[in-house]
């Protein structure tokens, strides 16, 4: 298995709603990262876990929270959004985050719209 | 801090002519330089690392330290060659990986 999955695919939700995004891989990387993209934007890097530790927090606020329960899986719990939260979410993974770091692996993201 | 510059947002050419996506990067460092690719519908996905010096699809790259540049290119475009190209850089010894604003090719038969 080669691919790194993200569920949900789509989701809609309140400005008062909690929900997660939930990314998985089984090629035995042990660095996951969380993207956003913007139309017509590249992807900015939100967090990064290597070992499943919390190595990076691009000064994201605290309105999303990742969560990495081990390393195969990483979430991003969401809560109390702003409308200009809304965007894909591109989860990614790679060997390590110091070999081959930037050889990365790319969901094909849960594209997030808030209300 | 390190800067992708990718000077052209969008770039056309015909099906077989030559073409040449331009990277230009600022870090006074030892970077290493990828070039991603997104097909319409599919995800973003590796196309090439400077290290290994390969050619993949017909295309190649070449790190120039001197111009600071990583410019993609390929002697014949193909219309599957129609994507967004980004390119990106990583510091050496960084968990970050900093992306260009891309290029979207267009190959028109």
């Known amino acids: 298995d080669t691919e790194v999955t993200q569920t949900p695919k789509h989701l809609v939700m309140g400005m008062t709603n909690k929900k997660s995004l939930k990314c998985e891989q089984h090629?035995?990387?042990?660095?996951m990262y969380w993207y956003k993209q913007k139309a017509k934007k590249p992807p900015e890097l939100m967090f990064v876990?290597?070992?499943?530790?919390?190595?990076i927090n691009e000064s994201v606020p605290s309105r999303f929270s990742p969560e990495c329960p081990n390393s195969s899986l990483l979430n991003l719990h969401l809560h109390a959004l702003q409308p200009e939260d809304s965007a894909l979410y591109l989860c990614?993974?790679?060997?390590?985050?110091?070999?081959?770091?930037?050889?990365?692996?790319f969901g094909e993201g849960s594209r997030l719209t808030v209300l | 801090a390190q800067r992708v510059t990718q000077p052209e947002k969008l770039l056309s050419v015909f099906k077989g002519a030559p073409v040449e996506l331009k990277c230009n990067y600022s870090?006074?460092?030892?970077?290493?330089l990828f070039w991603y690719v997104q097909y319409s519908r599919q995800r973003l996905q590796l196309l090439l690392r400077?290290?290994s010096r390969e050619s993949i699809k017909g295309f190649t790259a070449d790190l120039n330290k001197g111009e600071t540049s990583f410019h993609l290119k390929k002697p014949f475009a193909q219309e599957e060659d129609s994507a967004m190209y980004y390119c990106?850089?990583?510091?050496?010894?960084?968990?970050?990986?900093?992306f260009g604003k891309g290029t979207k090719l267009t190959v028109n038969p």
């Open positions: 990614a993974s790679s060997q390590d985050s110091s070999y081959r770091a930037g050889e990365l692996f």
């Open positions: 090629m035995g990387h042990r660095a």
């Open positions: 990106a850089l990583r510091r050496g010894g960084s968990e970050k990986l900093v």
């Open positions: 876990y290597s070992y499943e530790k919390l190595s």
């Open positions: 870090y006074s460092g030892s970077p290493e």
């Open positions: 400077h290290i």
